[in-house]
């Protein structure tokens, strides 16, 4: 079975830092995804990609740089790092086509000091 | 622009208690409509989906009837359990929307045994 790897599971961060979180899925899906999620609250989409070296903004792209270099991998940077930030940034895949649900990664769990 | 809506935040049941939880969406075709579930430490997994009107989609115990005429999508159980304790998050991806996925913002369900 396919499976979507998240790493690292857990990133410390410092203020002012740029910290890079990757994601991999041998599903060979086409679109992958990239939410950010805050304690207590819904997912809100950062970038998402519908092929290989394509990038699409979401509603949350401000501070964040993604990419997408291979169809199993796509990578979020921010790029500079918030002090006291904390989220969780959930990968997801999905075949292309409206019928398709995305799968979801477990998440990075970021800090940042 | 497509949006989904989810009137409930926060649902306290006790065990065997029915639940609903509503969902209600905006969009400009005729979307795909998911249900997806989170637990603890988990990325979200698919409950469900539905792509016709009067579809409805069934996992679990929980069902969901595609409803064109009212733009819904309500989540039901008869009879919840303590595990269902979780964040369920109804969605939708339209075929005008490039392969995005629009989420609502999540209810947290809350089971007392």
């Known amino acids: 079975g396919g499976i979507i790897t998240q790493t690292p599971k857990f990133l410390i961060g410092q203020e002012g830092q740029k910290l890079t979180l990757k994601c991999q899925q041998n599903?060979?899906?086409?679109?992958m995804y990239w939410y950010r999620q805050d304690s207590g609250k819904g997912l809100r989409l950062i970038y998402y990609?519908?092929?290989?070296?394509?990038?699409q903004k979401g509603d949350l792209s401000e501070g964040y740089d993604a990419s997408r270099e291979k169809k199993s991998s796509f990578s979020l940077t921010v790029t500079s790092a918030q002090k006291n930030e904390m989220a969780v940034f959930l990968c997801?895949?999905?075949?292309?086509?409206?019928?398709?649900?995305?799968?979801f990664g477990e998440g990075t769990r970021l800090s940042v000091l | 622009g497509d949006s989904v809506t989810q009137t409930e935040g926060q649902v306290a049941l006790s065990e065997e208690d029915f639940l609903t939880i509503h969902c209600n969406y905006s969009?400009?075709?005729?979307?795909?409509l998911f249900w997806y579930v989170q637990y603890p430490g988990e990325g979200p997994q698919l409950l469900f989906r539905?792509?016709?009107?009067?579809e409805k989609g069934s996992s679990r115990g929980f069902e969901a009837t595609y409803d064109k005429g009212t733009t819904s999508f309500h989540l039901r159980k008869a009879s919840v359990q303590e595990s269902d304790s979780a964040v369920y998050y109804c969605?939708?991806?339209?075929?005008?929307?490039?392969?995005?996925?629009?989420f609502g913002d999540g209810t947290q369900l809350v089971v007392k045994p």
């Open positions: 997801a895949s999905s075949m292309a086509g409206d019928w398709q649900a995305p799968l």
């Open positions: 990609s519908i092929t290989e070296n394509d990038l």
């Open positions: 539905a792509s016709r009107d009067k």
């Open positions: 969009a400009s075709g005729y979307p795909t």
């Open positions: 599903f060979n899906h086409d679109t």
């Open positions: 969605a939708l991806s339209d075929r005008g929307s490039n392969n995005r996925i629009f």
